[in-house]
Every structure is written in C-alpha cells, then in structure tokens.
C-alpha cells in the first residue's frame, strides 16, 4: 500500500472518531448541564476513544462500508447513558429537546470549521499537508452525513427523540408512546435505507450540501 493511500486511511480513521465520539460525548456532557451525572460517574465524557468504541459500529460497519467501496461511510460509537428523568426534572422537555440535539450540533459545528479551514488551507506539497487536507475533508464530510442522517425521525435517531419530546411538551402523549414503540422496528428500517436504492433518496441532499461546501 503506497504511502499517500496510508496517509488517507489515518486521515479517514481519525476523522471519523472525532465525529462520532464527540457526537456521544456531547450528549453527556448537555446532560450533565441538566444535573444528569450519570454519563460522568461512568467517565463516558472522556475522550478516551476505547471507553466509546462500539466494535460494530465503530470499527466492523465503516470498515465494510470503506472495503465495499460502498460510496460513504457510517458508523456510531457506545450510546452514552442519560438519565431523562433528571434532565426533564430541572430542565423540561426542553432540556430533553436540547440534549438530544447535542451530538447533532457538535457534527454540524465541526462541518461549518473544517469548511472555513478547507478555504485557507495552502495546497498539498507533502505527507503532512496530505494528511491535514485529507482530516478536514472527511472531517466535513462525516459530521454533515451524521448530522443530517441522526436528524432522521426514524428511532433510535436523535430526530426521533426531538419529535417525542416536542410532543410530551404539547400535551401529546399517547401519540409520543406509540411513536416511541416504533423503536423495536428501528433499526430493521434504517438497515433498508442504508442496504436499498432508498440510499440514494436519503444520501443525495446530504452530498449535495457537502458539494457546496467543499472548496472548488
């Protein structure tokens, strides 16, 4: 394997980490805002990669995903545990709503950085250079991926937890429970879009704004 394919392979790795370990720990660490420790007092707000590292979803799924050249890579690290009870006491449903969205801001600032960087960058001439432009590429382009598939209403996505608690915050609670039992079909759902044609209905928005951002 030449040395730039290497370069890229850390890059890519890297990156991917970054996005989806930052995007848990976020989620703890707004929870803890709320007065929820319970992420804390596990050391899950550590960015100590191995106390995240789910072995499927971090490492099994994006590694078949890059082999199959299956066109993107996705991937998702140890859920971090929240205590909503505790966040929807001293915050409400709003606190709940906050938390969630967590993970989804913290990719999506990551993007919005790694563009600004991408416009400065000077042009590739070594290793190094190769290896930085390479991390702030993927950097951009898996939190805009993560940010917008976990923007799915689809449980377990973080979309689906906002609808639920906007709807417990409306009064709606029969329909946030019978939304919320949906869950035990989630993943089976997301496996179609992501194995189907419905990959490209989905993906397609999503590479056109990581189109748009990317340097010309």
């Given at each position: 394997m030449k040395s730039a394919e290497l370069v890229e392979i850390a890059a890519i790795i890297l990156s991917l980490a970054i996005a989806i370990i930052g995007h848990e720990i976020m989620h703890g660490y707004a929870a803890y805002r709320y007065g929820d420790h319970t992420a804390k007092d596990l050391g899950r707000l550590s960015v100590n990669p191995i106390v995240h590292i789910d072995p499927i979803g971090t490492i099994i799924v994006p590694a078949l995903l890059y082999f199959s050249n299956a066109g993107f890579l996705f991937g998702w690290a140890k859920p971090v545990p929240i205590n909503i009870p505790t966040v929807i006491k001293n915050g409400g449903y709003?606190?709940?709503?906050?938390?969630?969205m967590a993970g989804i801001l913290f990719n999506f600032t990551l993007a919005i950085i790694a563009a600004v960087v991408l416009q400065v960058l000077p042009s590739v001439n070594n290793l190094w250079m190769l290896f930085v432009h390479a991390f702030f590429v993927y950097t951009l382009i898996y939190n805009i991926v993560l940010g917008i598939f976990n923007l799915l209403p689809i449980p377990p996505l973080d979309g689906s937890h906002v609808v639920v608690y906007q709807a417990k915050k409306m009064g709606y609670h029969n329909f946030a429970y019978?939304?919320?039992?949906?869950?035990?079909?989630?993943?089976?759902?997301?496996?179609?879009?992501?194995?189907?044609?419905?990959?490209?209905?989905?993906?397609?928005?999503?590479?056109?704004?990581?189109?748009?951002?990317?340097?010309?």
């Open positions: 709003n606190g709940a709503i906050v938390v969630s019978k939304y919320q039992s949906i869950g035990m079909y989630g993943m089976i759902i997301l496996i179609v879009i992501i194995a189907t044609p419905l990959a490209d209905f989905v993906f397609a928005p999503i590479f056109e704004i990581i189109n748009i951002l990317l340097p010309k």
